[in-house]
Each structure stands twice: as structure tokens, then as C-alpha cells.
């Protein structure tokens, strides 16, 4: 049965563009130009335009995006990445998959983001660069990371997988280290309708080196000669097409989450739910609205009782994933505990006032008087 209330629900979004994608893609058709072509093109400067860079790339996805930036830096085997254990897997797994080891570190437990702090103590002589996820919409500090990766010699990169169009102090995610990396998967705030990513950057020689490592490190320009072993990660043109038709919405979906989470912001008034916090510097274009409660299956479960869909993000931190356990090397508290507290809020651009309120009422239902905080 669909819940009243959806976790996400996209399908009113893209009602008044689908003729438009419809059209484009019946063009692809037409001309048989599916990999590469006019809409790569168009998209890729496009996003290099939005992002505040000169250079995207568009690849298949958004791991693929973290290891060619990881790959095209030069980091590989017998280096150290520092990231933060509470992401998506997917920057860890790319971490390993460019030969590097992955040094898992704890966030702050105000925004739950990587700080230079945890950066700083994490460094050995091995680290060669620096992975700043971008949770839920929020852009880490740049300006200390930065300064700390500067300081130490290291490689920024930023996974803003799920901060398309965020900023920090103005300037736009993706833009603010020596890379950016997005992913475009259809829930994404920018999303393709099927796998999409890209990568972002102002230098030039950088982004010619993903693109060649993209299209199986073929020199660029030529068609059978391949100087470094590659791989086959391209973004395809039906996916450009729909990611550029939906570029101009995005701030308008964005503008439209921030109201939503406002809307959030009133419910959750006097409940012991709480908003993770935002940093005055940072616009977050919240991808996800994740909340901290006690007792997190029990109010999941009340919740689905009354129609509300649910999701977390993430249930178990990086370093304590069977696969990346080896890698662990320290408990990670604020990581652990956000775990073990998280739960994702329905959000999507369309989400209605209504809809809010009936989370609301739900999480009043799910957390008892006595958990309820004293006013
Ligand atoms: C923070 C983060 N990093 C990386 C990825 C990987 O992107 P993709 O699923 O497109 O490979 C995702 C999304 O899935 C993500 O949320």
C-alpha cells in the first residue's frame, strides 16, 4: 500500500518537463547519438557554469566520479584518504577502489560534518588527500578544510553528492576544493532518470585527465590510443538530455525543500526529535531531513502505522561495515551515535504543508509525553 505520506515522491516534479524530456530523447532516437553528443556537451557547461568551475565531466555515476577524482589527483596505493565515517558508502568504497586506504575519522555533533579538527589528528605522512562529504544538503567548512589540507599538502576533494547547488559563505559546492563529485541517481536533488555523475573543477589539465580515464584513457582526440589504463565511465546523452531540461528547476526544488524544512522546523516545536544543525555560513539545499530521536525503530514503526514513509541514513557508519571494518582504527562516538539515533523525514520538492503536519502528528503519536521534551 503507498503511504499517505511518501519518503519521496518525484513523479510531480517532472509531470510538467516530461513532454520536453519525451522530446529530446525521441530526437536521441532519431540520430542515434546515445553516447556523447550535443546533450553531454551542453550539460557539461552547463553544470561547470552552475557549479562556479570551468571544467565537468559527466561519468556514469557518482562513485565513479570519487575514484576517477581520486585516480586523476594521482592517489592510489600506498596512500591515506581521510573521510568521515558517516556517509554513504560509496566514498569509501571508492577510497579502496583507487588502491588508497580509507582513514575513517568522527564529525561534529552539531552539523555532523568532517572537521579540520578530526582532519588534523588523522594525518600521517601517508595521507595524500582529504574527502569532505557534503551530508544531507550541508556543505562542510571549506574554508578550514582548506586551509588544513594547504597547510599538510593535501588533495580536497568534495563528495557533493547530495549538496547539488549548496553553498558555503557564497561559493557553490563542488567548487570550494580541487574537485567536486556529484551524483546524479534520480533521488538526488539534481537527478537523472537512471545513473548519472560528474565531476567538477577549475583546473583544466585535472578534468582532461578524468575524461580520459572516463573513456578507457583514451588520448584525448584520438580515437585507438590509450596512454594510461582506464575504464568505461560516460554519462550517455539521454541521461544529459533530462539532466539539462531539469537544471533550470533546480533552484527553484531547492528553495521549495527549504521551505519544507522550515514547515519541519514548526512540528517538531517541544519534541525530542532534533533537526541536525546547520552552520550560519552554509545554505544547505537539504537533501535529506534527518532528525536525531530516541527509541529510533519504535518511532519508525509508529510512523509507518500512520502512513508516514521513513528512511535512515545511514544505520551503520563506515568503520563498522564488515567490508571496511579492517580499516577501523578507533571508535568514531558522535559517528556511532548519530547511527544508532538518525531517521530521514519524507522530503521532496512538492511535499505539501499538509503532508508536513501529518508528520508532525505522527511523531507527536510516535514519541511518548515522558520522552517528550519538558518545555
Ligand atoms: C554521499 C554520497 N556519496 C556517493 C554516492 C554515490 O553515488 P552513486 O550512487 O551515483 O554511485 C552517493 C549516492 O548514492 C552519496 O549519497
Not at 223 to 228: I, S
Amino acid at each position: 500500500m503507498t503511504p499517505a505520506v511518501p519518503f519521496l515522491d518525484l513523479s510531480a516534479a517532472h509531470e510538467p518537463i516530461t513532454e520536453e524530456i519525451v522530446l529530446a530523447w525521441r530526437q536521441i532516437l532519431t540520430t542515434s547519438s546515445f553516447i556523447g553528443g550535443s546533450y553531454v556537451e551542453g550539460f557539461e557547461q552547463e553544470w561547470a557554469a552552475y557549479c562556479q568551475v570551468s571544467s565537468a565531466v559527466g561519468v556514469a555515476n557518482g562513485t565513479d566520479a570519487l575514484v576517477l577524482a581520486l585516480r586523476g589527483l594521482g592517489v592510489g596505493p600506498g596512500d591515506e584518504v581521510v573521510l568521515p565515517a558517516n556517509t554513504f558508502v560509496a566514498t569509501a568504497e571508492a577510497v579502496v577502489l583507487a588502491g588508497a586506504v580509507p582513514r575513517f575519522v568522527d564529525v561534529d555533533p552539531h552539523t555532523l560534518l568532517l572537521t579540520k579538527t578530526q582532519v588534523e589528528g588523522a594525518v600521517t605522512d601517508r595521507t595524500a588527500a582529504v574527502i569532505a562529504v557534503h551530508l544531507f544538503g550541508q556543505m562542510c567548512d571549506m574554508d578550514a578544510l582548506a586551509e588544513v589540507c594547504r597547510r599538510s599538502g593535501l588533495a580536497l576533494i568534495e563528495d557533493a553528492a547530495q549538496a547539488h547547488g549548496a553553498t558555503w559563505r557564497g561559493r557553490r559546492a563542488g567548487s570550494a576544493g580541487d574537485v567536486g563529485c556529484f551524483s546524479f541517481y534520480p533521488g538526488k536533488n539534481l537527478g537523472a532518470l537512471g545513473d548519472g555523475g560528474a565531476v567538477v573543477t577549475d583546473d583544466a589539465a585535472l578534468a582532461e585527465r578524468i575524461r580520459s580515464l572516463a573513456d578507457h584513457g583514451r588520448r584525448i582526440g584520438a580515437k585507438y590510443v590509450h596512454d594510461v589504463v582506464g575504464t568505461n565511465s560516460r554519462l550517455d546523452n539521454m541521461q544529459a538530455a533530462a539532466l539539462q531540461i531539469k537544471l533550470p528547476h533546480l533552484d527553484g526544488w531547492n528553495a521549495a525543500r527549504r521551505t519544507a524544512m522550515r514547515w519541519y522546523a514548526e512540528e517538531l516545536q517541544g519534541l525530542d526529535a532534533d533537526l541536525v544543525g546547520i552552520a550560519p555560513q552554509a545554505e544547505s539545499v537539504h537533501h535529506l531531513a534527518a532528525v536525531l530521536v530516541p527509541q529510533r525503530v519504535e518511532v519508525a514503526a509508529v510512523l509507518a502505522g500512520e502512513g508516514v514513509a521513513s528512511g535512515v541514513h545511514y544505520p551503520i557508519p563506515c568503520h563498522r561495515q564488515v567490508a571496511y571494518a579492517r580499516y577501523a582504527t578507533h571508535d568514531l562516538p558522535v559517528c556511532e551515535d548519530a547511527a544508532a539515533r538518525l531517521l530521514s523525514l519524507p522530503l521532496f520538492p512538492t511535499i505539501t504543508r499538509e503532508q508536513v503536519g501529518r508528520v508532525g502528528e505522527a511523531l507527536r503519536a510516535a514519541l511518548p509525553a515522558e520522552v517528550r521534551r519538558a518545555s
